[in-house]
C-alpha cells in the first residue's frame, strides 16, 4: 500500500564472523509501518533490534527477504542515496554523533554534506534546534551541554536533513532521567507535530507505552506487535521474553491474579481510577 513508509517482507539478516561462522541475527521478520505513525520496538538485548533498524537506511543489507523504504528496496544500490536522504538514524552515544565545535556547526554538518544552499541551511539549522529546544544553544560548545542535550542536537542534525522516517535506537539509554524525558518528548512532538514517522528501539517500557504501536523482538524474530494496551497486558508472555511491563501494568495484573476484579492498564492514572473504588 502506498500507506507504507516501510515494509519488511521476511527479512533476514546473517553475519558473517571472520572465522566464516554465519549468525542469523534477523529471521523471517514481516511488518508494515504507515507513514506517520511512532512505532517503538522492544526486546532483551541480542534479540536483533538493532540489525533491524540498521536496514531501514540500507547501513545493512538483507541476507534474505526484503526491506523496502518509502517504495525503494533497500538492496539496490542506486536507492542508497535517495533511503539516506529520507530516512534518518539516531544511535545511543551522543558523544559519538556530535562533529563539530559549535551546536548550529554540528547541525548544519548534514545539509551542508547534501549541498544544499547555505541561506537555506540557516533557516533549517534555526528550525531544527528549535523543535528539539536547543535554540537558545546555537553558539555552545557540544562538549560543554548535558547528554540529554547532545542527543537534542544529534536529532536536530538528522532533523535537518528533513527526513520523512526517524530511526532512533536506544538514544536514552545513557542519559540520566530529565535528558530522558527531554529527548523522548522532542521525538514525540516530531512524530505529531512534524508528522515524521518514528521507530523508536528502547529497553524502557514507560517510553514504549507512548507510542502507537510496540513491536517485540525476540531471538531475532518478530513475536508481537500490537498497540501498547494489547502488549502489556500480556504481563506472564513479556515478562517470559525476559523484559518488564510498566509498573501500572505489573500491579493491576499481580492483583487480578490475587482474586481482585481489575483488568490490566498500563498508565498510572488507569491504576489510580481502578484502585479507587476500593477505597
Ligand atoms: P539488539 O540491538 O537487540 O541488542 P543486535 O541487532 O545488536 O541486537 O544483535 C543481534 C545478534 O546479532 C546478536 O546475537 C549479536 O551478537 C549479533 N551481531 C550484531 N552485530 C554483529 C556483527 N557486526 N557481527 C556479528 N554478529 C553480530
Ligand atoms: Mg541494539
Redesign the pocket.
Known amino acids: 500500500m502506498q500507506d507504507d513508509i516501510i515494509i519488511l517482507d521476511r527479512l533476514s539478516h546473517s ?3 571472520v572465522g566464516n561462522e554465519e ?1 542469523e ?2 529471521t523471517d521478520v514481516s511488518l508494515r509501518i504507515k507513514k506517520g505513525e511512532a512505532i517503538a520496538i522492544i ?12 536496514h531501514l537506511n540500507a547501513l545493512l543489507l538483507p541476507t534474505g527477504g526484503s526491506c523496502t523504504v518509502c517504495g525503494l528496496d533497500v538492496k539496490d544500490a542506486k536507492n542508497t542515496w535517495n533511503i539516506r536522504q529520507q530516512v534518518g538514524m539516531v544511535f545511543q552515544n551522543p558523544d559519538n554523533q556530535i562533529v563539530a565545535a559549535l551546536v548550529e556547526e554540528d547541525v548544519a554538518f548534514g545539509p551542508e554534506n547534501i549541498g544544499i544552499p547555505s541561506a537555506e541551511i540557516k533557516e533549517r539549522v534555526e528550525r531544527s534546534l528549535s523543535v528539539v529546544r536547543m535554540q537558545d544553544y546555537r553558539r555552545q560548545a557540544p562538549h560543554m551541554l548535558s547528554g540529554g542535550q547532545k542527543q537534542r542536537v544529534a536529532i536536530a542534525g538528522v532533523l535537518a536533513l528533513e527526513p520523512v522516517c526517524m530511526v532512533l ?2 538514544v536514552t539509554a545513557m542519559l540520566d532521567p530529565i535528558g530522558k524525558k527531554e529527548v523522548l518528548s522532542a521525538v514525540l512532538e516530531l512524530n505529531k507535530n512534524k508528522g515524521i514517522t518514528v521507530i523508536y ?1 528502547t529497553h524502557f517500557m514507560q517510553e514504549a507505552v507512548l507510542f502507537d504501536r510496540v513491536a517485540v ?1 525476540d531471538a ?1 524474530r518478530l513475536v508481537k506487535i500490537g498497540t501498547p494496551q494489547e502488549i502489556f497486558s500480556q504481563v506472564d508472555e513479556i515478562t517470559a521474553l525476559g523484559l518488564e511491563v510498566p509498573l501500572a501494568a505489573e500491579v493491576s495484573w499481580g492483583l487480578a491474579q490475587k482474586g481482585v476484579k481489575i483488568s490490566t492498564v498500563i498508565s498510572n492514572e488507569e491504576l489510580a481510577a481502578a484502585l479507587c473504588q476500593y477505597f
Open positions: 553475519y558473517k564472523t549468525i541475527a534477523l526486546g532483551a538485548n541480542g534479540s536483533g533490534k538493532s540489525t533491524l533498524a540498521k535506537d536506544e528501539i523482538m531475532g
